[in-house]
């Protein structure tokens, strides 16, 4: 499924580059579009850089979940970072020239739990590149509220991939880490995200499991310390004798995967924590007695980021040296390798791959 | 399945009434045991009052759980109270006379758990009737460390009925209650005492769900605001109507069927918590992405009672008059009543029965 | 120091009746002011009844921190409630006719508290009524983001007083509250609706503590357990003999009185909390060592209302009849009984007092 | 006021070598006490390192606290490790041979605090070396139940301070800490390994703060990345400066001082913690309004160690080489050079000196 070319591309000051989700099928579109319009609210931004998210696999591919969610034309894309090309009349946190990228849970404001301090979790959620036009184009506009502002020393293969990066900070911060000891299930960016962020913030072990060996190798370079490979170790046992049968402390879940449901559990000390980002691609089987009533145990549903406390404790590991994000970053592509991207990606021969700009 | 009477009852000082599971089989048998020792940091107390809990229905009908975790020939019972009788040389919490129940989660206070200030998750927890000789005798002995010394104030049939309370209490008050909104599945003793529990402490609505209008009667008298009946009503439009289409900030889950988790979550506002205490006798389906993670929802599993943090709420709930859970009890039989109230338990036509000693 | 009228009253279609801190100095005006413009954002509301507020008795009075802060000429008033008259292009959340009160933090929303989820501690905060003009007048503009729409049930009195009614729900939700016992020191109006809400959310006792007769009488209507006068009254032992010796698990500071912060460690249980909201008038001396350190107290600053989460547990708590707070409401005077309803509350003898619009 | 050697030293089986306050005056003496006697439920533990606290240098100079508190005959010492001699009968937690230190807050259990999960916060504590006999001697005797066995890696002049480690870690991680910014103030050995703590757990700024050159070479070895003098710095500016005029997240005061109260709420962030560790000599003044109420600040007494959550977590801080305290500990003497260890610590020109048994 490579990303067609138009055959007439227009090319005019009103008009930008975009990739589109073009019809309900298969497939990406390489599309010339009109620059989004801005409101006296808007920011809007020339984009850099940006990552595919494996939201973005499911549109390509256009799978279940993506039929059901994506209403095409649909410019995907949220993972991304630019410069403020303009702002509107009302909007004082940032100016022309600006570098920036953004919180993409776009939320309401004015909902039940927008109100009491929940955006991230806001009843009328759109989300960048998946409810309303993204940022897989030479512009993006996003409302002020959800601008962040960049640090001068975040470089930007790093700003591009905030979103992500954020999901991870809110996973691994979602309870006390200091002195704990922690399973990651699943080992793709983000999970090696969180594996660098619960070693950065004082987990006494991580064990990082996954059944790809490119990742278990990219969350040794994160700093897990024991890996286990699903199909080739066993990954209960080998968890208990880490930790003279007590367990672990926290489990963090970013793989979907029912098997990790199913030793994650068992491999959790009473009253520990269970903390799940990874999305299932169906309903699970859970022995909740077991599993969940007699350990007293606590399972969290983590969701996007906290807005903006996530970001400015993020923004502090990076700044301040403690988490190093880079060994994650296997490639640094530009925009015309796209299907490159989109295939290293999908065949798992990729950590977090990062496309600049590379026309004007 | 009656409660079969030893033909030859022997009668001393050092024997004593007591109903056990004698055999790996259906039923139990009243007999005559030794009264038991007590060690150096044991407290005997002789039983005045009991209450049959769902396990030990379980016990009496010996199911797969029961096969698979009790060892006869045992004393069932864990629901009682008493007056304490002997004390060993180290006790100094309580002397003979005082009035008083137990914790029934024996914990080791060694272990990870324990030390770390969750005995009620003690790795090697040993539950009264169950691991050990319970309190379905004339004389029953705990730990020192498991006791409650009672106030003067506390009635007996109260007294008696202070495990299941504070599994109430420990899960009404897993999270914040005052001006919120809750649901509550299952309407058996423990969900009726957790809506008393939850309206006592400022819970803004609180809706009742079962499928006996007997005991959706009894949850009306505790005050719940919304009585739904699972077969006759359609639960989350109900709900979702009482609260504007909001949802409850909290559902307490005390039944362990399957619709109730159903259900639940779909009531269940972004954000907000599920405290699970009814035991599922399978393995659940649960829609994980769409119930836990895209919801946010904090999914605690709930186990017996904060060592004594819930007691002592408990108490002084009682004492102040704020919570009055006479209503649930609905009966005061005699110990020689032991078969009527396993049948009328059974039959679901009992709220919660306590059982007086009629016997010298 | 009674409010003065201005001898030529101007009216017409763009002005309004106010009352103004015109200069600095003492007293206050009766003026005809420009009615406020509102910008795209805004609401104006005309105002239907407001009440006086301690903050106010200190811009009457030109006290020194007054002085400070005050920049005349100002019209005050921030606890108010009205009727939406207009909205501006972009609001969404109400429309005219709505009825509504106002959190009176107005907060940037950019700042560092603000973007992380604390915007009732905003660093840039402007007060109604005390860093902008305010509701003593005919109408009032809030920026819609501080606008809180009031349910058809809420009677005109209690929503004229949203705004002390949150800083009392804030205090006493700061922790937990059921099963557990508490002191307030301070019986004015806050101090009587903390009352209430520690008591409509399982506050087993609430001891109250004052000087002032008539304020203990209120707090007994409010539900206090235990009455206490700071001079005739052994304030420590009485609460310690209450308690059985262990002092309460909480204690709310709404007096600023050096005398509380005394008495109020002293009768605190180890591990208890203390939520400050009284503002004591200068710096006090603390044996941080004995009060706060070896007793492993949380000593809380609590400054307005969480922004929204309070404002719904304080409409549900009063839609749900838990909470009643119509006995601390002691006068419903008119506007034009503004200098009687000033000197009734100088002089101590009313609990709050509502002054509804007594003009067209 | 060395160090007093007896005339003639008794030497038997039955006795021991001990340091003793022997009479209400300034001073200890080296005295041959009768080896301690132990119960069913007592570690008998031959004391093999101990380490001076400030608490001893207290009793040493015999000043008002110390005078208040002990009662002469005391052995003083609570910072040791040993081997196990003997055990009670009823212990089952630890072994003669083990390697083992101890909580030194003997509590009761059977408190409100005790029974609530709080035993830290005992109201019947009594700690070693103060309230009874302590570890500057051969021998020392501890309830099972305050023993702390240590893992085989844990090195012996490091076992010998887990105390006051403890205390660091409880303080510092009373609160989130990854990617939050903090200021320390006092750099004595508490506040050195509290640096470390927090460094350990991902703070991504700790601004250190003493008198002391020396002691501020010491934080910066430990990791803080702005060591401020207090005569010499501005340090309000400096910290305001260096954290973008937020002002920092949290503030740990390990000094007692009141410049420290005075300058640690200036640079709090609203929202902000601030944890007490250090002992004021006497009461202090404080703007409660400005500096904890409008800053909406959460202060936290805290007093010994989480038992033993805190522990855990040292421990686990410690194996997994997250922690290194041994910049702290600047010298290792015998017992013998006691006098020089009190001197060296008095004159403020070590960090944290442990002391190693030096005869058989």
Known sequence: MPVQTPKEPLVSQDTMWAIEKSAAAPGLSRITAPIPKAGPKDVRIR????????????????????????????????????????????????????????????????????????????????????????????????????????????????????????????????????????????????????????????????????????????????????????ERDAVVPAVLAATEGRGVDGMLEMSGSPGAFRDGFEILANGGRVSLLGIPSK????????????RGATVQGINGRWIYDTWYRMEALLLSGKLNIKPVITHVLGWSEFDRAVELQRSGKAGKIVLRRDHP
Chains 1, 2, 3, 4 share one sequence.
């Not at 969610?69 to 410069?83: A, D, Q, S, V």
């Not at 309903?283 to 007699?294: K, M, N, Q, S």
């Open 283 to 294: 309903p699970l089987e859970i022995d909740v007695a077991r599993e969940i009533i007699f």
């Open 47 to 230: 984009v850099t850089a940006f990552a595919i998210c494996g939201t973005d696999l499911h549109i390509v591919e256009w799978d279940d979940w993506a039929a059901s969610r994506i209403k095409p034309p649909l410019i995907p894309g949220h993972e991304f970072t630019g410069i403020v090309e303009s702002v509107g009349s009302e909007v004082t946190l940032v100016k022309p020239g600006d570098r920036v990228t953004a919180e993409t849970h776009i939320y309401c404001g004015l909902c039940y739990a927008c109100r009491r301090g929940l955006p991230h979790l806001c009843q009328n959620v759109l989300i960048l590149g998946v409810d309303r036009q993204g940022a897989f184009a030479d512009y993006v506009v996003i409302p002020e509220q959800n601008v962040w502002k960049l640090h001068p020393d975040i470089p930007e293969e790093i700003a591009a991939i905030h979103d992500p990066l954020g999901n991870a900070v809110h996973t691994a911060l979602a309870g006390p880490v200091a002195g704990l000891r922690f399973a990651v299930f699943g080992c793709g960016p983000i999970g090696c995200f969180a594996i660098g962020v619960l070693k950065a913030s004082g987990a006494a072990l991580v064990a990082a499991i996954d059944k790809n060996p490119m990742r278990l190798s990219l969350a040794e370079a994160m700093g897990a310390d024991l890996m286990l490979h699903v």
